[in-house]
Every structure is written in C-alpha cells, then in structure tokens.
C-alpha cells in the first residue's frame, strides 16, 4: 500500500497506531462497523510513503478487495506483491545462532529488537529480516525475492546442520501458536467476532482518532463484556476437539 496518503488511509482501516516510523512492524486488526475483525495481519512500514500488509494466505483476495472498496479520495495505490516473494520462517531458542551464521549482518536486540525489520545479506542472496513470530519463540521471517528462495533456504538448511535445524510445516506452526494463545482468522476469530471479545483490545488505538469500527470498540468497552474467546488445556491429549 503506498502514495502520498497511504498513512492516513491505513490509520482509517486499520484498529492500531500505523503512524509508526520505517523499520517498525505494527501487529493491527482492520475491523467493520461492528467492531468485527475482517482481517488480522501485520503492517510494515518500508518508508514514509509505502506500507507492506501481510495478510491470512487463505484470504489474501477477501483482504485485497476490503482494502480497494474503500480507498475513498486518498492519494493511495494497492498492489498484490504476493508472487514477488517467497517466507522463510526461522524460529526457536538458536533462531539467532543459526542467523548470523548464514548473515553478515546484525540481529542483537539492540540493532534488531522485536517488531522491527532489517534488509540482511544471506547466503550470496538478499532479504527481509522481520523480527515476528507466529509461534512464540525468538525468531524471523525471512522475506527473500522468489528466485533466490531455494538458495537462501539450502544455504540455511546447511549451516543448520550442526545446531539441531529442523524442517516443520504448518501443523507445528498451529500447534505452536495454539499454544501461545495467538489467534488465526477463520478458526478461532471471523467478521462476527468482535475485536475487545476475542482478547485483541491490546492492538486497538481508540486514542489515535478515527478509524472504521471505533464507535462499536468504545461501546463495547463501556457496556462490559458478556462474552470472552478462552481457551483451556487438556489433561488427557487423545480427544480431538
């Protein structure tokens, strides 16, 4: 999302503070005028003029076609750059470690503290380092151009070799992030759930001003919730829920 207003249309669409400065990363949720969430992605600011949204993979489309309907007279163009890139997710306690085997480049807290992004060196190929993570372990998602994606991937598969790499798909991810208690669109938060009852409250800026959702937000907060997304551990793992 990038052009002269693409700030201030973010700051309307979305429920967090986007006016953030470049390298930052804003965990948001863009809700509809019931304070349901119609999307929950994360926001990068690349530079004062442009935006990257990471969106669900499985409603990239729904997404998209929310964001144009409501370009209204801003200065603001939306591009998909899906095909452009391919993720890597590096994740776990040697996340690190492994890292700055593969990358010239710095990853302490202080030059790369959680929420923010660096362009790295990897390999012989370039990336986007996003210090994310969807599973709740010190790690990175590793934005790399689709060409160089097999190169950056084999590159890390062998320095891993020898600090217990291992390859998980996106079972352990779920299963992870389950654990964690973060939430996942179409499974356990959609456009009729409400964003203060599914426990996101912490990711909405009412304070910031106007944005879609903020009226049905601050009525919620002051009628009190009947209602709360938990959730709660079983002691025996064989029912499936």
């Excluded at 429920?15 to 804003?26: E, S, Y």
């Excluded at 600090?163 to 352990?172: E, I, N, S």
């Excluded at 654990?179 to 912490?202: M, P, Q, S, W």
Aim: proline share 3%; with cysteine; net charge negative.
């Amino acid at each position: 999302v990038e052009g002269r207003d693409a700030c201030a249309f973010l700051q309307r669409l979305c429920a967090n503070d986007m006016g953030v400065a470049p390298g930052k990363i804003v965990y948001t949720q863009m809700l509809n005028q019931r304070g349901g969430i119609e999307s929950d992605l994360t926001v990068s600011r690349l530079s004062e003029t442009a935006f990257f949204l990471v969106v669900p993979g499985a409603t990239l489309q729904r997404d998209l076609a929310w964001l144009r309907k409501h370009v209204a007279d801003e200065f603001v163009v939306i591009t998909d750059v899906t095909a452009a890139e391919s993720v890597l997710c590096l994740m776990g306690p040697d996340a690190r470690k492994l890292i700055q085997k593969v990358s010239p480049n710095d990853f302490s807290n202080d030059k790369n503290p959680f929420g923010t992004f660096q362009e790295i060196e990897i390999g012989m190929g370039l990336a986007r380092a996003h210090r994310v993570t969807y599973v709740g372990e010190l790690g990175w998602e590793l934005y790399v151009s689709t060409d160089q994606a097999a190169h950056v991937f084999e590159a890390i598969d062998e320095a891993g070799a020898d600090v217990g790499l291992k390859l998980c798909g996106l079972h352990t991810l779920d299963s992870c992030r389950i654990e964690k208690a973060f939430r996942h669109f179409g499974h356990d938060i959609t456009d009729e759930d409400n964003v203060l009852e599914a426990g996101l409250g912490f990711a909405v800026k009412t304070a910031k001003g106007h944005f879609i959702g903020r009226e049905a937000v601050l009525r919620k907060k002051e009628a009190a919730l009947s209602r709360r997304l938990v959730q709660f551990r079983l002691k025996d793992p064989e029912p499936l829920l």
